[in-house]
């Protein structure tokens, strides 16, 4: 399972997010996107911990919970719908 974090701070890192997911386990990855174009945060990120009992302990204490100036959203991520990026946009239409 991997938790998805909202409503992130601009300012956090991965150092930060492993150091509050710590306390409810081993935390084996964190994916911090960014914008390709700017290079800054999105606001939002990916944990991944070593047992799920300890994803869902974080989830319970952290969703809500106001961090760096921010109430987090915190919750199982959904999986990535495959093939429906641009669904739906006209690209280059020749006019």
Known sequence: MTIYIGNLSYRATEED???VFAD???VSRVV??????TGRMRGF?????????QEDAAIAELDGAEWMGRPLRVN??????????GAGIKRNSGY
Do not use: C, I, Q, W
């Open 76 to 85: 199982k991520a959904k999986p990535k719908e495959e093939g429906n990026r």
């Open 32 to 37: 911090l996107p960014t914008d390709r174009e």
């Open 24 to 26: 409810y386990g081993t």
């Open 17 to 19: 997010l492993k150091s």
């Open 45 to 53: 990120a990916f944990v991944e911990m070593m047992e799920d009992a």
